[in-house]
């Protein structure tokens, strides 16, 4: 081999060589898709914390590809859509899972988790071991961080002038909408109310009309969904500290490599932690900004729900469902 040809040759291995050792991202074609569906909007706290930390930090090998507002599948029918392979992640209600795993309904219930911090220490605790595992066996999906979605308050379309809630009792016959699964039923009847089932799409239009005469949300929520446009006051019920459960299809998940799979876990965790710090920030300022929209934001008699509801579900069909000593543990994490 002449020279010449010969340091062609050694450049061009040289060069060949460079280049695979240089771990280029994966092309598009290439990267694991993941598709999420949730009914909330892009400017959700949740959406925007799984948009800006979730997806990036996947991006060398995954395709983050969300879609809002139950654009793509409808409002309780995500995990299904995951169980058929059309659909690999969604942000999922407790009250959803409880549909398919009754004793998911221990999270479903009123005045139970007491902060964004207990609900972390839930999720985190070897009790969650066994509901991870039933969502694993029953569902084929992981649960992989929990997310705050805030304290839900009862926000109706009538000024405290016309409706002044200090207990359950005042919200007797009120038309209250509740999302669709039984176990949010039951909350809406616990705090005393008629529930009305309802897809959260449907919620704007519904107040706007009256043919509901409210519906109970985070904060964060009536603002970012404007619902405090068509409502007159918010009764600070804190009857929910709500959550949801950032999920994967367990074949999408067992697709990924070890290294995958922990920065996936780990890019889950950080969403969740920068969603939660967002709307516990916003939690903290919206009351003042709900004023100043001319809406009555006020307490009621806590104690009179606090009891009522935590009476009714101990009661309760869906307490049955509960593993032996769950409910001790939770309690016992949230002093
Ligand atoms: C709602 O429909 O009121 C609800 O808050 C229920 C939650 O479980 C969750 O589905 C939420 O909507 C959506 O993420 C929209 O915020």
Redesign the pocket.
């Known amino acids: 081999m002449g020279l010449f040809t010969r340091n062609l040759f050694l450049k061009l291995v040289l060069s060949a060589a460079m280049t695979a050792a240089v771990a280029l991202p994966a092309s598009a074609a290439d990267k694991v898709q993941l598709r999420m569906s ?4 892009e400017t ?1 706290q ?1 959406s925007v914390a799984l948009a800006t930390v979730f997806g990036p930090a996947v991006s060398e090998f995954a395709s983050y590809e969300p879609s809002y507002n139950a654009t793509l599948f409808a ?2 029918t995500e995990l299904e859509a995951m169980a058929r392979g059309n659909l690999e992640m969604a ?6 899972l409880a549909q398919f795993m009754p004793e998911f309904s221990i999270f479903t219930a009123g005045y139970v988790h007491q902060s964004a911090a207990h609900q972390v220490a839930v999720f985190n605790d070897p009790l969650m071991d066994a509901f991870k595992k039933a969502a694993e066996d029953t569902l084929k999906i992981k649960l992989l961080s929990v997310m705050y ?1 805030g304290q ?1 308050q009862v926000n109706l379309r009538q000024p405290r002038s016309e409706l002044d809630v200090k207990t359950p009792a005042d919200l007797k016959g009120v038309n209250l ?4 699964t039984d176990s ?1 039923q039951f909350l809406g009847k616990a705090l005393g109310a008629s529930p009305t089932p ?3 799409s449907e ?1 704007y239009t519904s107040l706007s009309t009256g043919s509901v005469d409210g ?4 904060l964060p ?1 009536v603002v ?2 404007k619902f405090y446009e068509v409502t007159k006051q918010i009764v600070l019920t804190s009857h929910l500290v ?3 459960y950032i999920s994967i299809a367990l074949e999408t998940w067992n697709k990924l490599s070890a290294e995958q799979q922990a920065l996936v876990q780990a890019a889950a965790d950080e969403a969740a932690e920068s969603g939660r710090q967002a709307q516990l920030q916003k939690e903290s300022e919206l009351v003042s900004f709900l004023k100043e929209q001319g809406l009555d934001v006020y307490e009621p008699d806590l104690a009179s729900f606090r009891d009522q509801v935590q009476s009714m579900y101990i009661d309760s069909e869906f307490a049955k469902t509960w593993p032996e000593g769950v409910l001790d543990k939770i309690n016992a994490l949230g002093k």
Do not use: K, Y
Not at 38 to 41: D, L, P
Not at 91 to 96: N, P, W
Not at 177 to 180: A, K, W
């Open positions: 949730t009914s909330g909007s959700d949740r409002q309780g942000i999922a209600s407790a009250q959803e979605l839900r909408r509740m999302p669709g949010w309802m897809a959260f919620v519906q109970d949300n985070p929520t970012d969904a709500d959550l949801n």
